[in-house]
């Protein structure tokens, strides 16, 4: 997933995402969870700016692994994997499960732009 297209790319996979079932995904970002998770889930997530920093909001996919709670949450990473679905807050979502997580600098440009 490339950084210029990273919030529209999410958006169109959200949406359509019984096209994207069973497809490869190679996502990076830094880990990100909500309280709500259980130990072996985290989103693997980037701030979305809109306008300016202030309005940045995060953006990512769901992944689920067994070696998901070792990792430190703000940790940079490298997903590869294949897209699934599940259902979080009685909504269906993508979700990347048993991926290959590979630790990552954080890169020059830790935000993501949306695209006009």
């Not at 019984?18 to 072996?40: C, L």
């Not at 700016?49 to 689920?64: P, Q, R, S, W």
Request: proline share 4%.
């Amino acid at each position: 997933m490339k950084d210029e297209k990273y919030i529209s790319t999410i958006s169109m996979i959200s949406e359509h995402l019984d096209q994207f079932i069973g497809k490869k995904v190679e996502i990076t970002g830094f880990v990100f969870r909500e309280r709500d998770f259980p130990a072996n889930q985290f989103v693997v997530a980037r701030f979305g700016v809109t306008c300016c920093i202030a309005d940045a909001n995060v953006y990512g996919m769901l992944v689920k692994g067994e070696n998901a709670a070792k990792l430190k949450d703000n940790t940079w990473i490298k997903v590869t994997g294949t897209i699934h679905q599940t259902t979080y807050r009685q909504s269906i979502i993508p979700v990347i499960e048993q991926p290959a997580i590979e630790t990552i600098e954080v890169p020059d440009q830790p935000y993501v732009y949306e695209e006009y």
